[in-house]
């Protein structure tokens, strides 16, 4: 009796630290992904408001106790409307940050050409209001990315996107597992080999347990001029579960954060240590690990 006390102390306390954590790190957005009813609120005090559709998802449970949100994969997702804030150009830089637990690892409502599910992104309509996308590849697809998760930036008529990938070794991923994924996008510096930067400048990160990916392995991958992308701000609103409602996120999502800004790789690292309680530990060239 006494233990489970102190345990259920001990994980609100964890809850507590992970989102006061976060809300000093001054996102611009921040959800915890808890379906308590039709409506998810923004606790960054910006009014970014969410509403879910398409059912109420179920809950699953985070490291640090907290609830989070399982969608069904099918019909199930949360939408934001959009604001300034939430796109890359309002001011150069744009962070998101997600827990995720996937139930599957090869998705029954993934894109048939590449194999790969939106997890979230904004970019509902594709052509003409695009902006960006977090992607999570099934473990077997025709690309040969298994189970790759990317940070996607895309100009307004979508088409090819520029991208930051973080390759798994295959099977590193497990369904069921928790995952952190952090993606950066900015137009303000670039890796030195990007070409043609002075048209296109700008670079993409991703990392996955605070461990970041490699682009100097991947150039021209990580450069906004990759395939010529030039962000712009636009109407789309932010979907997660989904992105244009053509492939769907099966598993729970969690504790999602938007900065107007790139997170420091230290800031990354303590909000890693703060839901699990470890630091990170990988590394990253070709393929990934942790």
């Not at 940050?97 to 998705?107: A, D, G, K, R, Y």
């Not at 977090?134 to 307004?156: D, E, K, V």
């Not at 099977?171 to 993606?183: D, N, T």
């Not at 990759?226 to 789309?236: D, E, F, G, L």
């Amino acid at each position: 009796m006494l233990l489970a006390l102190m345990m259920a102390v001990q994980a609100l306390m964890a809850a507590g630290t992970y989102d006061q954590i976060i809300l000093g790190d001054r996102p611009v957005a921040f959800w915890n992904i808890q379906p308590r009813s039709s409506t998810e609120p923004d606790l960054s005090g910006h009014g970014n408001t969410g509403h879910y559709q398409g059912g109420s998802p179920a809950a699953a449970t985070l490291p640090n106790g907290d609830q989070a949100a399982v969608f069904n994969g099918s019909t199930q997702y949360l939408t934001v409307p959009s604001k300034p804030s939430l796109s890359i150009p309002t001011n150069g830089s744009l962070t998101w940050e997600m827990w995720i637990q996937p139930s599957v690892l090869q998705f029954p409502n993934s894109s048939r050409s590449d194999g790969y599910v939106d997890v979230m992104g904004k970019c509902a309509e594709y052509s003409p209001t695009c902006e960006w996308e977090a992607r999570l590849y099934n473990a077997t697809n025709p690309q040969g990315r298994c189970n790759r998760l990317s940070a996607y930036a895309f100009n307004p008529t979508a088409g090819l996107g520029s991208a930051a990938d973080w390759q798994p070794v295959c099977g590193l991923l497990q369904p069921g597992e928790w995952i952190h994924v952090v993606g950066e996008y900015t137009t303000l510096n670039q890796p030195p080999d990007c070409p043609d930067i002075p048209a296109y400048p700008g670079s993409l990160d991703i990392w996955v347990n605070g461990v970041k990916w490699n682009q100097s392995v991947h150039n021209p991958t990580g450069c906004m001029s990759q395939y010529r992308v030039a962000p712009r701000a636009n109407r789309s609103p932010l979907n997660i579960g989904t992105m244009a409602h053509d492939t769907w996120f099966n598993g729970a999502i969690a504790k999602v954060a938007i900065y107007d800004y790139a997170l420091s790789p230290t800031q990354i690292a303590n909000h890693y240590q703060a839901m699990t309680g470890r630091k990170p530990t990988g590394s990253c060239r070709d393929t990934c690990s942790f």
